[in-house]
């Protein structure tokens, strides 16, 4: 089972995306076959079964082993991956693109996604996988941002010259520094 499924067809997505099969999928963690699962969910094993067919065209489950009960063989299905990220691009760009402004939301969006596509593609069986993951928070006042950003492109800048050559193992460096927004209590939040 690999760690992460990235996606990027449709169809993947409109497999994945139906709350029945997201419950399939979940009880599929282990190896199970669908009269197992269907007991799990009280449902019937024809309708799992259904369900699970769909998952396995999309990609998104294996058949993992096959057994013979009664005479009926009986197949072992697992889940693809442990989680499961949906690229932005199946919904594709909405609009013109404004010009690629290093200052810019849709230009943080972009690196985003880039960065995504590139972590999941990724060979999670390679030996070694050398990387790094780094968050922090920093409190700049408002006077001082423009120094802070320029001190940061500075920092960065030197770093791209002084490793930047033709030999070695290549890495790719992506910082994203954003307003950070304090979370709203739930009885004050927008999106309900």
């Given at each position: 089972?690999?760690?992460?499924?990235?996606?990027?067809?449709?169809?993947?997505?409109?497999?994945?995306?139906?709350?029945?099969?997201?419950?399939v999928?979940?009880?599929?963690?282990?190896?199970?076959?669908?009269?197992?699962?269907?007991?799990?969910l009280?449902?019937?094993?024809?309708?799992?079964?259904?369900?699970?067919?769909?998952?396995?065209?999309?990609?998104?489950?294996?058949?993992?082993?096959?057994?013979?009960?009664?005479?009926?063989?009986?197949?072992?299905?697992?889940?693809?991956?442990?989680?499961?990220?949906?690229?932005?691009?199946?919904?594709?760009?909405?609009?013109?693109?404004?010009?690629?402004?290093?200052?810019?939301?849709?230009?943080?969006?972009?690196?985003?996604?880039?960065?995504?596509a590139?972590?999941?593609?990724?060979?999670?069986?390679?030996?070694?996988?050398p990387?790094?993951?780094?968050?922090?928070?920093?409190h700049?006042?408002?006077?001082?941002?423009q120094?802070?950003?320029?001190e940061?492109?500075?920092?960065?800048?030197?770093?791209?010259?002084?490793?930047?050559?033709?030999?070695?193992?290549?890495?790719?460096?992506?910082?994203?520094?954003?307003?950070?927004?304090?979370?709203?209590?739930?009885?004050?939040?927008?999106?309900?």
């Amino acid at each position: 089972m690999r760690d992460v499924l990235y996606l990027e067809e449709i169809e993947q997505a409109e497999a994945l995306l139906k709350p029945q099969r997201v419950e399939v999928l979940r009880q599929l963690a282990e190896p199970r076959t669908c009269s197992e699962v269907a007991e799990r969910l009280g449902q019937t094993p024809q309708r799992v079964y259904y369900h699970v067919k769909r998952l396995v065209d999309a990609g998104l489950v294996d058949l993992v082993a096959e057994r013979k009960v009664r005479g009926v063989h009986e197949g072992i299905y697992q889940a693809g991956a442990r989680s499961y990220w949906l690229s932005p691009r199946l919904v594709g760009r909405i609009g013109l693109r404004k010009a690629r402004d290093e200052l810019s939301l849709g230009y943080l969006l972009d690196l985003m996604e880039e960065v995504q596509a590139d972590i999941a593609a990724l060979d999670r069986g390679a030996p070694e996988l050398p990387s790094i993951g780094l968050s922090g928070e920093i409190h700049v006042r408002p006077e001082r941002r423009q120094e802070f950003l320029n001190e940061l492109q500075t920092l960065l800048q030197d770093l791209f010259t002084r490793y930047g050559g033709d030999e070695g193992d290549a890495f790719k460096l992506a910082i994203a520094c954003y307003p950070h927004a304090a979370p709203q209590p739930e009885g004050e939040r927008d999106d309900v």
